[in-house]
């Protein structure tokens, strides 16, 4: 975030109005939403969290394409705040959780809460450390990613067995631990890849901006190889062991109609479009390609999450919907504007351009 | 004398004609056994013979069947309805082919020359104990003959051999003589006998110290019958230290060693003014009258639950007490079977469900009182000629009586028997007896009931029968004897029975005869006279050491059978090699883990023995099994000549040595896995969620249903499968290493209170194995009747089936197993062999199966539900296992699957195993 | 025919880029050179290679025989283990991936020799000279 | 040559190591011979005897012949990641370890694949694994993770050797040059008559890097496919959904601790310090940080996760891994593979190439108890309490997991004097990419 100065306030006016938003579908009790929050705020962290993670990580390995769009990756360190709000309006709903009835050492509404929250907020804060310098160029800037990185994966597995496992208690799956950073860092560059599109649009695509997209591409198409192997691993060991108590949780969302048409979806949209997409040598090369691989990776993850909900926990629709408009609507609103500082090769990225 | 044609007829009609072949010698048969040999003669290369005979491994007498296949005994198996058994047959009886078979049999007749014992022919042999019983007549010096228990046609024959070679029958002599049941009974009734029990009938049963499932009297019968028990029946037992049997009784009492009588006493003092036969006034003034304060007190046993008992006894409809083994076989024996005597009698027990009248047939067996006085007729040089047969005086008299070196007393010194010990390796002349199942014999173990032996092999090595060699001996002096022992039973068979009659002996293998025996009447002055005796001190405080019976070796006579030493302990699941048994407490306090070893001093007796923990032993009492131990440290009752076997004081200490010994079990609890769930009621009524699409087992499914309730953790079934399936016999050292191959095995496990559940372990033949899947080559497949396969000659030992097994039933051969002459010739010829690096395992002996189902294609008809019965099923004395084709819905394993409280062992890793448990009905509560 | 040869990478890169300027045919001119220069390609108007569809070919072949293998092997012998299905794809599915690989990796390797017209004869004469320096040779009219 | 040319220096140093062997050499060659000899001795003892030769018994039925099995498969992958993935990631510091880790990940690889074999109850008839045709049509069960492990070894086998050849080839042609005689034309027909037109570096150029993108995901399913030879099983602390990423980050984290252990002394022996500068070695210590807070990570969710449900086998198991018999060793693991690499957040000690040395070999110690405990712990304490029991080893397989050892280096050495054992041809190029990005302003 720039520290007061100009953007500050529009960014304020997003997070307020996306965490008022929030509240008013959860609290004031305008729809019914249950398991919609849940889903929501696991998209806002891979999307908050995962773009910056995926900036931070392209910064530790030096690696070219993320100089023309830092900027408008580190967006997602201004958005981290709000996180631990919104997880905050989850305290009502955590009804919905079979442990709650009989609550234990670990799993407990008091520390569950607490836990997620003073984590989230910590992310937050490293994501800020590391965003500033990064923006400024700061030579400290490694670090600060090292440690934003470390912070990131502990968060994003307990977004992994608290938010989502522990909704299916006592199933228990132990790769949610990589599954579901790796899953966040698939986001965050997947918006990587929209970001190009605006940009291309915005014609600021120079050769070497085309590279980077090249590299995107690339990016994408090894992260569906990735998801696509964590999935099946998982998957695999699953139905090998075939034990009820594993496999219950499969055979449940086979047997409920809704979440029966989810499967092929998300598996579709995270690894089949684009690894087959991304296949062509020549398509890596073109934004619009990348681009609407990224949507589809982002709709496929939505997809997995609102199986992982359903149907154990019913999901407003209407709610979910509006929730993620707002989530939307806060990162375009928070968007920097042409002239904020954009890091160390953003400048020789536009020079690039001309 | 009987003329050969008649000869030749009778032992037609007992034969049908099998035991010609296996008569002749070995090297004929290699001939005889061929597809041109006509089928009369009874051996088709690949066809068994079923041949009824009788165990002899102890005095008990039960029915036992041999499979013959190719002239050879194969598999020994119970006589379904024996009226002693009732179709079971005990791990020992199990072990009688090894005895067979065993590679340390006396080959042949050995004489001492000099210092040792050297081969000899029988002819010199024989014409040295001749000559030396002519001198011993010159010299007027009559010999004596000491045998084990003898009975039927053997008894009728020393009876009038042993005058006639101028010898004294002596009385038998047995370890386990019962003595101070017999003198109690003899006193109270003019009956001295053991009596013949009825644990059937009883709803409510004590028994003190004597252990009815493992070595008292008729153990299988008796814990066939106890399993029968009425639904309700509540079965108390009274010890001081922890048995098989206690772990089985629905309430296991501890008493302080020494102190049963006062539990007794008070009892009769309890039960005596309701009792349905009121004892008479001379009796209840002597009865001694202890408060129940001071019979806690002294025994040890909680008010409350001296109450509970008491009161149960004098409600009961048909009580029975039993007092004996261990409870006797101390100082104030006799009044402790006195006491139970006229428990008997007061609660109307006597006549009912103990009966005198046709007793075990103990009468003519002595007990250590008549040993002694053998020992000092010997020092006084009165004896001329000694023979010692079937049995091990040596071993078990009292060591301070040092019985070996008197022995040198006798002119000559004759030992019978078929494995050298203690007590033939003092003598200068060692005859070698055939096995029991290489010869003709007639036995009648209690009265009124004859059992056949007959030879199911030709003889081994050069031995011979002890009926022939008295009649030899007989022949030598001069007299005319008949030609041959078997030719003096036919003449007696054709003398007793018409064709038909012993067409039918010989089908069954025994023959029963009505008995009658006058009422037995009480004698009260004798009564009045023996309750006077009682002496009711309290027991000695400190430590005691326990010289318990084993279920494995009885009392000992079976302990040189490997296969007994491979089949663990019921209770330690200790396999090879002695151990002491020490309570958690003690264990503890000594500082000693399992295999430690503890020195043990008795007075001037001392041996060295590992330790194993055994939780539900009382602390201060420690246990030995008097089979392991090298000579008896215990002394004598002189009231009763029983041997002491409950020993005050014992000295113990941490030698320092000590490693890994051999015992099976990981563990004494359940860890709260639930492998035996509690609350019973554990069955899984929903639909397991699955992956995988349902497969049909369209002809059979073999299926299998343990009734734990009915399992005492005797080993029968572990046996017979070792034995049925040729599993490798390893031996200590791989069992230390954790080598166990045995197929089958009885886990028991522990609760905090010390209680013990058996539960069966064999392979689940899981219907969603785990096992079979991680095979890369389909050694492990299932097959459509739903057995779980393993195809020996595919398998390249991955050893990953059993790592995935969840039972951990799966058996790797580490080595190729092997079986020392001519122990391999006992194997199933029906079975694939099996070499070192393959796993092999249970398959509800599918050799059976097959059989079952070729006979049924035969016969064009369906299996019959319990047709195929697989070897542990047969074998088990209580009948605990069912096994039964699933898929036929009138057959009892369905109705048994079906049943409430049924479960399967962790039905949560939805392996669906074919193996069904439950807890019968009823007398499910331990 | 013309031969120049270079030390340096750059000079050999600007003077390459100067004959294609010049209007000389790439056809005509052969290249050396001690290491990879991907410019040189480019500059020359190369498209990549055709090792792309031997790659493409192998790994296509490779999932088709690993499925084919293991369906086969399940049909032809179908034993039931574990009450898992005959026809277990996903075990299956590991195989036709392992295979891919494999086949694809060494079409590459193939179709490389084949396009590389390796093992040559003329390399592998005892004089054939290779460059440790950059060689342009610009074949003559007569070349042809 | 001269000195002007660029890279000449690293070719004539590369290519001179070749020629001389040093007293050292030939001690090491004589020591690890030794040691390979002794290997066959014993398994030949194995296969006539019995594998009751072994510690090994119900319940545990594998220990450390398939620890060394996952070990030395463990160590092949450094070889492919270096080579491969920091190929595609366009890391420079690979230039001075690819040719030396891919030489290591063929030797591993071969020593591995002996395991499987050496455990076998009956390996005379190992070829029941194999899919070939007979009369009766019985193949193997493609449903068992063994035949998974077979094609796995093999496709990485097969695969490794071509992108080990393939990028020596202009190296091989180079050498040709540099040794006179017999030598000489074998080099020369190794190299396939490589001449580096054109043409052939533009094939090549592509060939490489298919190769490179065949090889990336092929090095993280090998490894998950070695994991689930445990993973599928429903043993408690086998069966678990997370060991394909856990393996293969174990995997790297050992293989880059092997490739330390063996570059640093090499590059003293063979006089290559100026070609293997110290920030290559940092590289390498971050991958192997890096690894290595996976792996701990790991550790933590997995204990964690046993207490996470109701299920007492998984928390027994657990407990018994921490605090049974073998919780020596389960500390020993900690220490070694997670906490001692955090040293490397250090710049001192990551460009210490003594530290790097001994973390080196304490990592891979580390690693090979990892494996240890994992299996051997999870086996002797399953569900069946009846059927817990413990292993230890026996001298027999003491000495076959030394011979191993000692065939692993016997071929390394060789390789060390028979190859060049740094990528010249790439080294050149960097080394031209450098003076050429310094050149420009």
Partial sequence: MTRGGVGGGRLLVALAGAAGGFALLELAGVADGRGALIVAVSLLASVAQGTVAAAAASDLTGARWIGSVRKDLLVGARLQPLLALLFLLLWPRLGLYPWAAEPGEWLNRPFFLARNVALLGAVALLARLYADRALRGDPATKPFAVAYLFAFFVSQTLVGFDWFMSLAYPWVSSMFAFYFPVEAFYVGVAVAGLLFLARGRGGGLGARGAAAARDVGLLLFGFSVLWGGLFFAQFLLLWYGNLPEEVSFITERLADGRTRALMPTFIAACWAIPFFGLLPEGAKRRPGVVAAVSVSVLLGILAERLLLVLPGTPVGGAVLTAELALVAGAWILARPRADEPGGADAAAAAGGGK | MMDRRTFLHTLGLLTGGSALSACTPGKDRRHLVSALVPPEDGVVPGQSVWHATTCTECPAGCGMQVRLREGRPVKAEGVPGHPVSGGGLCVRGQASLWRLYDPRRLRGPQVRDGGALRAATWDDALSRVASALAEARGAGRTGAYLSGRTTGALAALLAESAPALGLEWLPRFEPFSHAAIRRANGLLFGAPEVPRLDAARPDVLLTVGADLLETFVSPVGLAAQVVAGPAGRRWWHAEPHCSLTGANADRRLVLRAGSEPWLLAWLLARVAPSARRPLPPAVV???????????????????????????????????????????????????????????????????????????????????LLDLRALGERLERGQVGVLFVARANPVRHAPAAWRLAGKLAGATLRVGLGDLMDETLREMDVVLPLSHPLETWEELAPRRGLRELLRPAAAPLGDTRAEGDVLLELRRRAGETVAPSYQERLMAGWRARYDDAALRAYSAAGWAEEPVSGPPVGLDAGAAAELLRGVRLSPPKPGLVLVLAPSIRSFDGRSRALQLLEEVPDPLTTVTYGPWISVAPGDARRLGVADGDELRVTLGGWSAELPAKLQPGLAEGVFVVQRDVLPSFPGGMDPATGEAICALPGPGLERTGRGGRMPYLSGSPSQQGRGLIPEPIHRKETAKRASLYPEHPHPEHRWTMAIDVSRCIGCGACAASCYVENDVPVTGAREHRLGREMSWLRIEPFYDAAGGVDFLPILCQQCHAAPCEPVCPVYAAYHNPEGLNVQVYNRCIGTRYCSNNCPYK?????????????????????????????????????????????????????????????????????????????????????????????????????????????????????? | MTRLEFDGREEFLARLRALVEAGTPPERIRLQMPFEVAEAAEILGE?????????????????????????????????????????????????????????????????????????????????????????????????? | MTGTRVGSEVERDVLGAIRRPGWRWLLGLAVSGLLAVLLHVLWGALIVRGLGLTGLNNPVGWAVLITNFVFWVGIAHSGTLISAVLFLFRARFRTSFNRSAEAMTVFAILVAGMFPLIHLGRVWVFYFLLPYPIERLIWP?????????????????????VFFYVGMIPDLALARRHLPGLRGRIYAVLSLGWQGTGEQWRHYARLYLFLAAFATPLVASVHSIVSWDFAVSIVPGWHTTIFAPYFVAGAILSGTAMVLTLSIPMRRWLGLEAHMPI???????????????????????????????????????????????YRGLFWLMVVCNAILPLTLFLRRARRSLPWLFVLGILVNVGMWT????????????????????????????????????????????????????????????????????????
């Avoid at chain 3, 086949?103 to 290779?130: T, V």
């Avoid at chain 4, 094609?151 to 695969?159: D, E, G, N, P």
């Avoid at chain 4, 191993?404 to 050149?428: H, Q």
Wanted: with cysteine; hydrophobic share 45%; charged share 20%.
């Fill in chain 4, 141 to 161: 069960n493609f449903r068992s993770p063994l035949p998974w492990d077979v094609f796995a070894v093999t496709t990485y086998l097969i695969v490794s050797v």
């Fill in chain 3, 47 to 144: 498209r990549p290679g055709a090792v792309r569809f031997f790659a493409l070919a192998g790994a296509l072949a490779g999932f088709g025989t690993g499925l084919a293998l293991t369906i086969y092997s399940v049909v032809s012998f179908p034993l039931r283990v574990g009450g898992k299905p005959i026809v277990s794809l996903p075990p299956f599915l590991l195989i036709g991936y392992l295979l891919t690989i494999l086949f694809g990796s060494l079409g590459a390797f193939a179709g490389f020799l084949l396009l590389a017209r390796m093992p040559s004869p003329r390399g592998l004469a005892a004089d054939a000279e290779l460059a440790d320096r950059f060689v342009i040779v610009v074949e003559g009219e007569e070349g042809r």
């Fill in chain 4, 370 to 441: 990892e494996r240890f405990v994992l299996i051997v712990a999870s086996l002797s304490h399953d569900f069946d309490p009846y059927a817990w029991g413990t292993y230890s080893p026996t001298r027999y397989e003491i000495g076959i997991t030394a011979g191993s050892f000692g065939l692993f280096f016997l071929f390394f050495l060789l390789f060390s004097r028979l190859l060049p054992v740094i990528a010249i041809t790439e080294s050149k190029q960097a080394l031209a990419d450098r003076a050429g990005e310094e050149g420009t302003p």
């Fill in chain 4, 279 to 325: 920030d290559h070695y940092e590289g390498i210590a971050k991958i192997l940080l890096f690894t290595s807070l996976l792996v701990g990570y790991t550790y933590v969710v997995e204990q964690g996760l046993s207490l996470y449900g109701p299920s007492p086998f998984e928390r027994d198991q657990y407990a018994f891994r921490a605090f049974g018999p």
């Fill in chain 2, 809 to 926: 039933v799966r058996r790797f051969n580490w080595f190729d197993p092997v079986r020392e002459a001519p122990l391999d010739l006992l194997h199933n010829p029906d079975l694939s062999a099996r070499g070192r690096g393959i796993m092999e395992k249970c398959t509800f002996c599918v050799q059976r199966i097959t059989a079952a189902r070729d006979r049924a294609k035969d016969e064009g008809r369906a299996v019959r539900d319990g047709e195929v019965v697989p070897a542990c099923a047969q074998s088990c004395p209580t009948t605990a296992i069912v096994f039964g084709d699933l898929n036929d819905a009138g057959s009892r394993i369905a109705a048994l699957v079906k049943a409430p409280g049924s479960w399967r062992v962790f039905e949560e890793l939805g392996t669906e195993p074919s193996v069904h448990y439950h807890r019968g009905g009823g007398e499910g509560e331990r």
């Fill in chain 2, 285 to 367: 003034a002597a009865m001694p009258r202890p408060s129940i304060a001071a019979t806690a007190e002294a025994t040890g046993v909680a008010v409350d639950a001296l109450e509970a008992l008491g009161a149960a006894l004098a409600a009961a409809k048909e009580p029975l007490v039993v007092a004996g083994a261990i409870a006797t076989a101390a100082e104030g024996g006799l009044a402790v079977a006195g006491l139970a005597a006229l428990l008997q009698w007061t609660l109307g027990a006597t006549g009912r469900t103990v009966d005198l009248a046709r007793g075990e047939g103990y009468g003519d067996v002595g007990s």
